[in-house]
């Protein structure tokens, strides 16, 4: 056990060993952005529950772990990613052991010209000017420690760039696979997708460990820009070991007409925590957050939203679903910024949450801030159990009762997969649902 | 006999709403009940149904020589028992399709028959739909959602036809219906009525039993069947109310 002093004493001392591994690399342009991060990060403190934004999620367990920084593993071709991939999908994909880009593993189909799709250390290492450009421009660490942890170890992760116009027909797995075993790793994936005017793309981010139940921490921020009229889908699955710490974030900035869609489809970890915050820069822009998380145990999974509505005439739909059992604990904060400028507004948010025993609790809060006054505006929040009627009317037909949650449970969890586009990752998800609620047996 | 309540009594909330029921049902005959309002109709079928709500104090169900009572809901259907919802549950996501392969396949095995395989099952109940005129998409989407009271009832019956009980207690299920819709309704039943099944009905109305002939009416009243009769029972209360069943059973209780 160590005190949080110590802690961040040691994720310090591994910013110099760091630091002094990266020999060359300390003169690109990107070192300046983890210098002023590591130094922004000896200055917070890691959150407690008395701070607002993290009032339901106490961290303290992962403070308890002095994680160490993953070292690439040079067998990995010996990992067998296929339990992971989507059935029936064409697709390219990009696999990140460890943190780190595995080639041999990974498998690019032929892409329209001047699409990008790359591990990020490479695309540092080449200075390409658009990592340059946009890399830490809009996951701002000022107030956010584990954004500074983030960017002052900035190092892999995925790069993806669609030039303006392209459409990239296949969707673009990036597998984030941990192998931790007995070591209790860090891992800080990075991610940059640059989405050109007028193109369309589909990425996958799907967070995966070997063991079900390793101890590790994984601390991942993506950046995404989509500029004018671009089209981005996004899904985010995240199959953590129950027994990880996964603190994500993931910051999009649309630009005028782009559209923006985002599932976020989460088992959780031991602690998960999913920072998502956007920002329409330009007017037209729409966009759409889909969240479906089921924990259980001893599992807290919690999202925090924010939808900055900076510009007129944006459309945000958000829905976020929760199922949870023993005694798992869910946060939903929700929060909507329409700003004085931002007439002729639409921000739609639900989120839902059923409860399957006495222990499990969500704490959920939609917070709207409204400026502007020509706007439609509209938030909803239950928290329930299985609808008795409807269990009573299955069981009237023969349905025994663990298959009767199973159907209802599965049938509240549809409401949100069912807008996953990308068929294969659909069913791949449909399974886990079967798999977990025993529906076929 | 298929079906014997004795004595039944059962609470909701603590209060009291059924307050001695005896019935008997044979098997191939087809009963109706009838009552006023809030006479604990709707109770006698979800008491049957076993529905966990109503807390059952008094007097015994005996089912096939079973005690109906000690049955899940789950295995009463298993075993046989439908009951045709007088409010049928909406339940979105879950198509009709799914619900019913489900429960047809749950029963058989509790039954001790082979599941059916997607074919099978699907050219069931195409075989099933034109018994009620259901069409297809009805078929496929979601339980009831969004559906007209009409297409609630005929779902209903449809469920029935797939399921093929041995007692059938159809609560209300032609109030509502316009008079084809009523003839759709009461001709599935009357295909689905054979000498291996009995049928109980719960209405207010009279012109449903033009359709669906009664062997036995039962007039239930303040938790009590205070009068049975056969068809013309149903006939004549068509013509004179209730009152006259009414004024002395309320006297009696006073008294
Ligand atoms: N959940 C409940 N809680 C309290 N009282 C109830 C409940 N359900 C039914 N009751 C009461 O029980 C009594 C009988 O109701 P029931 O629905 O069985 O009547 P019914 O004969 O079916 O009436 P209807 O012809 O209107 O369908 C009524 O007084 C009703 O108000
Ligand atoms: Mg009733």
């Known amino acids: 056990m160590e005190n949080t002093l110590d802690i961040k004493k040691i994720y310090l001392s591994h910013f110099a060993d760091f630091e002094h591994s990266l020999n060359g690399g300390k003169s690109h342009p990107i070192h300046q952005l983890r210098k002023s991060a590591i130094s922004n990060f000896s200055e917070l403190q890691f959150p407690t529950t008395k701070e607002e934004e993290w009032k339901y999620t106490n961290i303290s367990p992962l403070l308890k772990h002095s994680f160490e920084p993953a070292k690439r593993i040079f067998k990995d071709t010996e990992i067998k990613v296929n339990h992971y991939l989507f059935d029936k999908m064409e697709h390219s994909l990009i696999v990140f052991v460890n943190g780190f880009y595995s080639k041999e593993l990974s498998k690019i189909k032929d892409l329209p010209r001047g699409v990008i799709i790359k591990s990020l250390a490479d695309a540092i290492k080449e200075d390409h000017p658009i990592v340059n450009q946009h890399l830490g421009k809009y996951a701002d660490f000022k107030n956010h420690i584990f954004t500074s942890l983030s960017s002052a170890f900035v190092q892999d992760g995925a790069f993806i760039y669609v030039p303006d116009g392209k459409v990239v027909e296949d969707p673009i797995h990036i597998l984030f696979l941990t192998f931790a075993g007995k070591n209790k790793i860090f891992i800080q994936p990075r991610n940059l997708f640059v989405a050109g005017k007028n193109s369309q793309s589909a990425i996958i981010e799907h967070f995966a460990s070997l063991a079900k139940d390793d101890i590790y921490f994984s601390n991942s921020v993506t950046e995404i820009v989509t500029e004018e009229n671009a089209f981005l889908d996004h899904i985010k699955l995240q199959e953590e070991s129950v027994q990880a710490f996964h603190i994500g974030r993931m910051d999009v900035h649309q630009e005028r007409n782009s559209n923006f869609v985002s599932h976020l489809i989460s088992f959780g970890a031991d602690i998960s925590r999913n920072d998502f915050n956007s920002r329409f820069n330009g007017e037209g822009g729409e966009s759409m957050l889909n969240g479906l998380f089921l924990v259980e145990g001893n599992q807290l999974f919690d999202a925090h939203t924010l939808i900055d509505h900076a510009k007129p005439h944006c459309n945000s739909h958000e829905h976020y679903k929760g199922i949870l059992t023993d005694s798992s604990r869910g946060v939903f904060n929700g929060k909507v910024i329409v700003r004085k400028d931002a007439q002729k507004t639409n921000a739609f948010q639900e989120n839902n949450n059923i409860i399957l025993s006495d222990n499990a609790l969500v704490n959920t809060k939609p917070q709207l801030e409204i400026f502007a006054d020509d706007v439609k505006c509209s938030h909803g929040a239950t928290i329930g159990q299985l609808d008795n009627d409807a269990m009573f009317y299955l069981k009237s037909r023969g349905i025994g009762d663990d298959k009767a949650k199973a159907i209802l449970i599965h049938a509240f969890a549809s409401d949100v997969v069912r807008y996953i586009k990308v068929n294969p990752v659909r069913d791949y998800i449909e399974g886990i649902l079967k798999s977990k609620f025993h529906e076929d047996q | ?255």
Do not use: C
Request: hydrophobic content about 40%; proline content about 3%.
């Open chain 2, 1 to 255: 006999m298929l079906l014997e309540i004795k004595n039944l009594h059962a609470n909701i909330e603590g209060k009291e709403i059924l307050k001695g029921i005896n019935l008997k049902v044979n098997i191939g005959e087809v009963h109706a009940i009838m009552g006023p309002n809030g006479s604990g109709k709707s109770t006698l079928a979800q008491v049957l149904a076993g529905r966990e709500e109503y807390e059952v104090t008094k007097g015994e169900i005996i089912y096939n020589e079973k005690n109906l009572l000690e049955l899940s809901p789950e295995d009463r259907a298993r075993e046989g028992v439908f009951l045709a919802f007088q409010y049928p549950v909406e339940i979105p996501g879950v198509s009709n399709t799914n619900l019913l392969k489900t429960a047809l396949n749950e029963i058989r095995k509790y039954q001790g028959q082979p599941e059916l395989d997607a074919m099978e099952f699907l050219s069931l109940i195409k075989s099933k739909m034109k018994l009620v005129e259901l069409d297809q998409t009805l078929v496929s989407r979601s339980v009831n959602e969004g559906f007209s009271g009409g297409e609630k009832k005929r779902n209903e019956i449809f469920q029935m036809a797939v399921l093929e009980p041995k007692l059938a207690v159809l609560d209300e299920t032609d109030s509502g219906l316009d008079i084809d819709a009523l003839r759709i309704v009461a001709n599935g039943v009357n295909k689905l009525k054979s000498e291996k099944n009995a049928i109980v009905v719960v209405t207010h109305y009279q012109r449903l039993l033009n359709y669906i002939v009664p062997d036995f009416v039962h007039v239930l009243y303040k938790g009590k069947i205070v009068r049975s009769g056969d068809k013309s029972l149903a006939l004549e209360l068509e013509e004179k109310g209730y009152d006259w069943i009414k004024a002395p059973s309320d006297s009696v209780e006073v008294a």
